[in-house]
């Protein structure tokens, strides 16, 4: 019993301080309708300036925690609304996580800057030396500070959103922005003021979490994820049922560790037990409603099967000439280029066509190279079909519980599935080798020797191609049309009795093929892969350089391939650009807002001449201007959220 | 036939250039940069009448950035002392130091384009070590010096640790705990990943010695709060709490929530503590008193200045050669594979070829860098079976066995795991 209330103590404890972490992304979703990737990365900013402050200048504790609470994090919350988040309302899931995770990257790459990574640096808990024994266990003022303040935010948000009239026409603008307009609020204010106190927020929770943790860049930042699952139990709108998510997961968590027995693969449940509560949250709960609306957005046109042919026939022609020429470390990069890109592929099916975000397609991949590693010895043509069928199944199998969600909801599933097998099966020995690292043969085709860097590069360029071109035959196919249709509206296409169940099921299985394919080839070309080739955050990279450069069309994947494959050559090759490298990543993916196709993602000059002159002509011809062509209209595009 | 030929002219171009590609393919597939050469052609390749010019690929940037920065450093340090006093045969030595950032293609890039222009690879350290190690299989007289971390790097007979390290793990240390304090139950945290496969060698070569396992937990390298598995170790009675498979960051959190609960098992041993920093990442370093180290190393953070010469060298070079360098595990690694390169380069002749210098690493049986190491066998890849024993006191780093110098033998004290 003694041992239950100790553990009890030590949950509710650590459910606090969840519950802190996701009250300030509860509140920028409740206010502005963007879930907000960046909250921990505005807390360890935050965090770094109140030491910077307070240990590193000497000033008064006090002055420090007004200054960086009540001035400096706000003053960073209401410029990012201003700047960033007011261009992306309506905008498409994609760009808003893109933008968001842009500027996590961002703030990360100025912590990095100001604060050298490499120094240890830690933060005295607040009324150091006090503490108090409860139930067995001995808990300091300053945790008790971190309940108390959980409970006080919990509670006078709830009371502030729905009690107070600034909190009411908050709320209002978010439901229908237009509306609120028209009943006399101002939207751009209430938006702002939504951002600056959840950036408030977020620097309490960093400044009370880092003397419990250690001052470090990466862990502040990534310490928000398990407030998602708390988020998530409020719906990202419930503030007492997010503290009451948070707790619960505290206490699960103390009596996991607690209690399940030691030596086996129970006793390293742990760190996958919030995505296990985050996707049971969002499948039991009810299905709120998702806050979201129409975006007009110009989708690109799509080559036709002819152009698509000839352009691919000539991008092979290419890539025999540059293996010709181009060293082969260079050959080495660019193939993994080809090889991020073939997984990029799997994104345009369905994220660029489907509207489906996922954040998990390097699982995906990694399952794709561990199928290659075990069944391809020797590159044993087998290996690249059990790649694919395993991706596939996966991916279906994932896709089963995600039928009924959608938008963020689906994303949050994706990034819980990606977290969870980071930890339990990439970082498993039992899955990969003792040394954590698996070997991946090339494929073996009789007659053609891969095993040249020379000769894979042009393998994988022709790969590239016919995946490429695959994927342009989908989107012209029925399926294509379907995927377009779900989604720029998956409530007009059930409408018209398209079974998105279906539809869904068959992209998600496609798609993780596609990676799978890509996983099982990319590892052919390092020989050998490990856990942190698949990690959550490289998956959510990969999306978001694919975003950046264009996921709705093949030009932008790969553009967005080579990007990430040369990403770590130059950072080794220019060691002073190694923070500028993901605060330029990041700039890039903020310019998500003002380019929701990405850098690659319209028409090319060359299409735009093209098209221009045909107007032009048919102008001159008709004597009279031409309405647009089909391709530069408005199209309503859903939010997918 | 008929059906290409229904096909559009356009189809039937992109289909055939994919033909003639693949088939290309096929033939430039079997050209020069295929299978396994057997030596890099020039047999002096790196070596000058004026230099010699060496390699290393460690982690520097990337997700954890300044991860091995020692490694490099500590090679320059050894490499400026050396050409200060000369160089090696009239020959200056050259440092040319690749970063991996912590990526397995760039590992790959880094060693094959040094592969061809260095006489020997020195002290890389990279987690993706196993990446390059394919690139290094082409030479057959390309050394390699350097505590590989991949299995594939160390088990390649061009490779020669300063300090071989096989599976398993040394004992003597666990064999005083035992008899010195009566300790038995071990409690342990772990690093998920690939530091569990040491830590299982680790926790077996503690169990040949008498001890029993009473609580362990592998954790996830973003995890904070270890207060219930305190909670658990204290219910367990755990009289030893082992924590040599994880960063020092996750120590100092460990220590300092133990410290908080007021548990204190007889026993706290890790490795990890010896560094620089370490006492930085606690606040109150009295959460660490008492803490014990063992090492196959002397205490080159400059405890053992006055007993071993190389100690202030070390500390003194790596201040002249990079005033900004910090004096790590992995900087003295560098030091000391620096040292155990020049000495085979000394011993490989006036007009040394690569060959030459991986036959006279194969000729050194005996190595312990003037006391900076415990001594090992360094052609057989034998481990050491003598260490010291360091204590954490009043905040610094006090030796305790031996108490004044040197280290101390168990023979027979190195658990050899067999996987089984």
């Known amino acids: ?641 | 036939m008929r059906a290409i030929s229904r096909l559009s002219p356009a189809r039937r171009t992109g289909i055939g250039l994919t033909c003639v590609v693949v088939l290309l393919a096929g033939c430039s597939g079997r050209g020069a940069d295929d299978g396994p050469s057997t030596a890099s052609g020039d047999p002096t390749t790196g070596i000058t009448d004026d230099e010699v010019v060496v390699g290393n690929v460690s982690a520097v940037s990337g997700p954890i950035p300044g991860l091995f920065q020692g490694a490099p450093d500590g090679v320059e340090a050894y490499f400026a002392k050396v050409n200060a006093d000369g160089g090696v045969h009239g020959r200056q030595l050259r440092l040319i130091s690749k970063d991996d950032a912590l990526n397995c293609n760039q590992n790959a890039t880094a060693t094959r384009e040094l592969a061809g222009q260095v006489a020997a690879f020195v002290n890389s350290y990279s987690v993706f070590d196993g990446c390059g190690a394919e690139e290094l299989a082409k030479y057959s007289d390309l050394a390699d010096v350097s505590n590989g971390v991949d299995a594939r790097v160390t088990q390649r007979e061009q490779n020669f640790s300063p300090s071989p390290a096989p599976a398993g793990s040394r004992t003597g240390g666990f064999i005083y705990y035992r008899d010195t304090f009566g300790v038995k139950t071990i409690g342990s945290i772990y690093g998920n990943g690939a530091a569990e496969s040491s830590w299982r060698e680790q926790i077996a070569a503690l169990e040949s010695v008498g001890y029993e396992l009473g609580y362990a937990r592998g954790i996830a390298a973003s995890e904070t709060d270890f207060t219930a598995d305190i909670i658990r170790m204290r219910d367990a009675n755990v009289d030893f709490l082992y924590l040599n498979a994880v960063n020092a960051s996750v120590l100092a959190l460990v220590l300092k929530q133990a410290k908080q609960q007021d548990w204190r098992p007889k026993v706290i041993a890790s490795g990890v503590a010896y560094d620089g920093e370490f006492f930085d990442l606690l606040d109150d370093p009295s959460a660490a008193e008492g803490l014990f180290f063992d090492s196959s190393s002397a205490m080159f953070l400059g405890e053992d200045r006055d007993t071993v010469p190389q100690v202030g060298e070390f500390l003194d070079w790596m201040e002249k050669a990079n005033p900004d360098a910090v004096p790590d595990l992995f900087a003295m690694y560098g030091w000391v594979s620096a040292m155990l390169f020049v000495q085979a380069l000394e011993a490989a002749g006036e007009d040394p070829t690569r060959q030459d210098i991986v036959d006279a690493l194969g000729e050194i049986d005996s190595f312990d860098a003037d006391g900076m190491l415990s001594g090992a066998d360094v052609a057989a890849k034998e481990p050491s079976e003598c260490y010291l024993l360091g204590q954490v006191q009043d905040g610094k780093y006090v030796r305790v066995l031996p108490e004044d110098e040197g280290f101390t033998c168990e023979p027979g004290g190195y658990y050899f795991d067999d996987g089984s």
């Open chain 1, 1 to 641: 019993m003694d041992t239950f209330l100790s553990l009890t103590v030590v949950g509710i404890v650590a459910g606090c301080i969840y519950a802190l972490t996701a009250a300030g992304l509860v509140v920028t979703y409740t206010t502005s309708g963007i879930f907000n990737f960046a909250h921990g990365a505005i807390g360890m900013i935050s965090a770094f300036a109140f030491w910077d402050l307070s240990q590193n200048r000497g000033w008064p504790v006090p002055i420090a925690l007004v200054l960086v609470v009540f001035v400096l994090a706000p003053l960073i919350g209401m410029f990012v609304e201003r700047v960033l988040i007011r261009g992306l309302q309506g905008a498409a899931l994609d760009a808003s996580l893109t933008v968001t995770v842009g500027l996590l990257l961002l703030l990360i790459g100025l912590a990095a800057a100001i604060w050298d990574p490499a120094t240890a640096r830690t933060l005295p808990q607040f009324f150091s030396g006090n503490s108090v024994s409860i139930g067995g266990v001995v808990v300091t003022w300053h945790q008790l500070t971190v309940v108390l303040v959980a409970v006080a935010v919990a509670a006078g948000l709830r009371l502030f959103m729905f009690n107070t009239r600034p909190g009411i026409a908050t709320r209002a603008v978010v439901d229908d922005r237009d509306l609120a307009a028209l009943a006399g609020a101002t939207p751009g204010h209430f938006s702002q003021l939504g951002w600056g106190l959840g950036a408030m927020l977020a620097a309490v929770a960093g400044i009370l979490l880092a003397p419990l943790v250690n001052l470090d860049i990466n862990t502040l930042t990534l310490l928000v994820i398990n407030g998602y699952a708390a988020a998530m139990v409020g719906r990202l709108r419930n503030l007492p049922l997010t503290f009451a998510g948070g707790v619960a997961l505290g206490l699960i968590e103390a009596y996991a560790v607690g209690y399940l027995p030691v030596g086996n693969a129970l006793s390293q449940i742990k760190p996958i037990i919030p995505m296990v509560f985050l996707v049971v949250a969002l499948l039991v709960l009810p299905q709120g409603q998702l806050r979201g609306r129409m975006a007009s957005i110009r989708p690109p046109r799509v080559a036709g099967a002819r152009e698509s042919l000839v352009m691919g026939g000539v991008f092979v022609a290419v890539a025999v000439l540059l293996s010709l020429v181009l060293s082969e470390g260079l050959l080495a990069t660019f193939s993994l280029g080809l090889g991020f890109g073939l997984v990029m592929l799997s994104l345009v099916l369905l994220t660029g066509y489907g509207g489906q975000v996922s954040l998990c397609q390097l699982t995906f991949a990694g399952l794709g190279a561990y199928a290659m590693s075990k069944y391809g010895t020797d590159g044993a043509p087998i290996g690249l079909l059990a790649a694919v069928g395993l991706a596939g199944a996966v991916g279906a199998l994932v896709a089963l519980p995600a039928l009924r969600l959608r938008g963020l909801y689906l994303a949050l599933s994706t990034l819980a599935f990606a977290y969870a097998m980071e930890s339990a099966f990439f970082n498993n020995d039992d899955a990969f080798s003792l040394s954590l690292s698996l070997p991946v043969d090339r494929l073996y085709i009789p007659g053609i020797d891969l095993r040249g860097q020379r000769a894979y590069f042009v393998f994988l360029a022709v790969v590239f191609v016919i995946a490429a071109v695959s994927v342009l035959w989908v989107r012209r196919s029925g399926l294509g049309r379907r995927l377009v249709a779900m989604g720029d509206s998956p409530a007009a296409s059930a409408t018209m009795g398209m079974s998105l169940t279906r539809t869904k099921l068959v992209v998600f299985t496609l798609s993780a093929g596609l990676a799978g394919l890509g996983g099982a080839l990319l590892g052919g070309q390092q020989g050998l892969v490990g856990p942190a080739d698949f990690t959550l955050l490289a998956s959510i990279t990969l999306l978001l350089i694919t975003v950046t450069m264009g996921i709705r069309t093949v030009t932008g994947v790969l553009f967005a391939g080579i990007a990430l494959a040369f990403g770590p050559d130059i950072q080794a090759s220019f060691p002073a650009l190694h923070d500028i490298v993901p605060i330029g990543v990041g700039l890039g993916a903020i310019g998500i807002a003002r380019n929701p196709n990405g850098l690659f993602g319209g028409n090319t000059p060359l299409q735009w001449l093209r098209e221009r002159r045909a107007r032009d002509a048919d102008a001159a011809r008709n004597g009279a201007a031409l309405p647009a062509p089909r391709d530069s209209q408005e199209v309503p595009v859903a939010a997918g959220q």
